[in-house]
């Protein structure tokens, strides 16, 4: 069992940055694929990015390549998703999410976080 525990949401004005944490528990933790969903209110959930592992692939929603960043220390059992450039739209909850199988690196996902709020004023 994983247990994944976001962080560093917040209130931040358009064009800010903010860098998310997903700490996750167990020893594999190096053998899980990441993600990172959101979901706005009124909308479904969608990806975000996610990165392979080994953190040698990663993958980005087009809405936010060029302004996020996935990262992971697999030393310190986290994922991190930097974002930068923010937009009104990219106001959301944000969830990460780990698979249980080592190539999934685009899911399906087995464990999910709690989420943390993101909010980008205009």
């Known amino acids: 069992q994983v247990q994944l525990v976001e962080s560093g949401g917040g209130l931040v004005q358009a064009g800010g940055s903010l860098r998310l944490s997903c700490a996750a528990s167990?020893?594999?933790?190096?053998?899980?694929?990441m993600g990172w969903f959101r979901q706005a209110p009124g909308k479904e959930r969608e990806f975000v990015a996610a990165?392979?592992?080994?953190?040698?692939?990663?993958y980005y929603a087009d809405s936010v390549k060029g302004r996020f960043t996935i990262s992971r220390d697999n030393a310190k059992n986290t994922v991190y998703l930097q974002m930068n450039s923010l937009k009104p739209e990219d106001t959301a909850v944000y969830y990460c999410?780990?698979?249980?199988?080592?190539?999934?690196?685009?899911?399906?996902?087995?464990?999910w976080g709690q989420g943390t709020q993101v909010t980008v004023s205009s």
């Open positions: 999410a780990a698979s249980n199988d080592i190539i999934a690196t685009l899911g399906p996902y087995d464990y």
């Open positions: 167990g020893r594999t933790f190096s053998s899980y694929p």
């Open positions: 990165i392979s592992w080994s953190g040698g692939n990663t």
